[in-house]
């Protein structure tokens, strides 16, 4: 009896809701420990595709245009120096940072916008399970390889991005 009063009460697990089509929430789906998918208890995190909205097409005007490339460049920054002081890029410190930096607001249009024409330069993804888990902004090189670019590699970043947004 001792024994029982000691112990930790167990937590009923929770039950999962319906997905909703918010593609910054990861997907979760039940799947087995050999990873068949079939229901039979553990719960996994599975990444969500990003919307293939063009984001060319999209920021036409511009001052949008001038406005994303800034936004680009804040968040190419803040990820660096983040990367520097060995912090983890999640979602809601790099969007305050580059929000600060920039002077204007990276709401999840612009943000999408940004994700999209930088393609394969920023990648976006879930890490963690449950309450412990985020959304974390990864740098990637032009050899795929996760990591923070150079000073030149920056300049060249950029331009490419001004050009995506020109290409639409």
């Known amino acids: ?9 167990r937590r009923q697990k ?3 809701a319906p997905a909703d089509s918010d593609p910054w929430k990861p997907a979760k789906v039940p799947r087995r420990a ?3 998918g079939t229901p039979e208890g553990d719960v996994g995190v599975v990444r969500k595709e ?3 909205k063009s984001a060319a097409a999209v920021a036409v ?3 949008e245009r001038e406005l994303l490339v800034k936004l680009f460049d804040n968040l190419e920054s803040v990820l660096v120096l983040l990367g520097r002081q060995r912090c983890r890029p999640t979602l809601p ?3 305050a940072s580059v929000e600060r930096q920039a002077g204007r607001d ?7 916008r940004v994700l999209g024409a930088a393609g394969d330069m920023l990648d976006i993804a879930w890490v963690g399970s449950g309450d412990a888990g985020g959304l974390e902004l990864v740098q ?3 050899d795929g390889e996760a990591r923070p670019p150079t000073v030149a590699e920056r300049a060249k970043r950029t331009a490419r991005f001004e050009a995506s947004l020109l290409a639409g």
Do not use: F, K, N
Request: net charge neutral; charged share 35%; hydrophobic share 30%.
């Open 1 to 9: 009896v001792a024994e029982r009063v000691m112990q930790t009460p």
């Open 50 to 52: 990003l919307p293939t």
């Open 34 to 36: 050999d990873g068949t």
């Open 93 to 95: 410190m790099v969007r």
């Open 61 to 63: 005007d511009p001052q």
């Open 140 to 142: 990637r090189a032009g």
């Open 14 to 16: 929770r039950r999962l």
């Open 106 to 112: 990276l709401s999840d249009d612009r943000l999408e």
